[in-house]
């Protein structure tokens, strides 16, 4: 019985000794992910239920109540981030507790759009491109592991946006823009990985990108770190490269308004892009 007893007290003081090092390691660092938005309708602003008002593209036009779906143009950067086309930044460490939930600011950084067509009005054509406007507020996001490969994260973005409206021809060239502020729920499908093995542009440890879409770099940002956002692994499973692209082309996040007249889906950059 005392044998017992002292096997059993050697065990819990083994596990005592282990598990400070073994929850060290369950840190999701800080640092950058990498959104591509293809221009397959999937990223759009309605304005059906809040028209553009009239007069905006000249004295004339009438309330614009169209959709417009917008894709995504690649982020200037001295980098190399391939056809990345949206910056969010996790701002903190986020440490699991027990329960396997973590929790970290989150900023958007960087955003280029363009419409995937012109814009038709009563003024003539306009081409739109879409940029950040300013400050960006700050959300929090929940990074929730369900197995030792990732799991999900609820992450509700907030972003104030420009829209640049350009006429393609005419007299006039000058842009009109327009200034939103979005609020975008979670994605409650949203997955993550921690195999940043599976991306290249994971090595650098900072990176210059453009944040107010003059398509020239102007401030230094984290690299990406130990947290692919858009992937998941299955656990106790290695997958390739190859299959990893193949999840992730479709497997979108998506984030819409309340009323999902403004939705934003992103698709992870993958190795070859």
């Known amino acids: 019985m005392k044998r017992s007893l002292l096997v059993v007290s050697a065990v819990a003081l083994a596990v005592l000794l282990v598990a400070p ?19 397959n309708g999937t990223t759009f602003r309605d304005f059906s239920k809040a028209p553009i008002p009239a007069g905006f593209f000249c004295s004339k036009s009438a309330p614009f109540t169209g959709r417009i779906v917008f894709r995504g143009v690649p982020v200037a950067t001295n980098g190399s981030l391939g056809v990345t086309d949206t910056v969010v930044q996790r701002l903190d460490d986020a440490v699991f507790n027990e329960n396997g939930v973590a929790v970290t600011r989150l900023q958007v950084r960087a955003l ?55 006429p393609v021809s005419g007299p006039s060239r000058e842009p009109l823009e327009l200034s939103r502020k ?62 990893a692209a193949a999840a992730a082309a479709v497997s979108p996040t998506c984030h819409c308004d309340e009323s999902c007249y403004y939705m934003h889906c992103t698709y992870l950059v993958m190795q070859d892009q």
């Open 21 to 39: 090092a073994f929850a060290a390691e369950r840190v999701i660092y800080n640092g950058i992910d990498l959104w591509q938005t293809k221009g």
């Open 112 to 166: 280029s759009f363009e419409g995937a067509a012109p814009v038709k009005t009563s003024c003539g054509a306009f081409n739109v491109r879409v940029t950040l406007d300013g400050e960006q507020p700050i959300t929090h996001m929940k990074i929730i592991r369900n197995d030792e490969n990732g799991g999900h994260f609820l992450s509700p973005i907030w972003v104030n946006v420009k829209m640049i409206f350009t």
């Open 182 to 243: 979005l609020r975008f729920a979670a994605d409650p499908k949203a997955v993550w990985s921690d195999k940043p093995e599976l991306l290249n542009k994971r090595g650098a440890s900072v990176v210059k990108v453009d944040t107010d879409g003059d398509r020239l770099p102007d401030t230094f940002l984290p690299g990406p770190s130990n947290f692919v956002a858009g992937l998941r692994t299955p656990a106790n499973r290695s997958i390739s490269v190859k299959q």
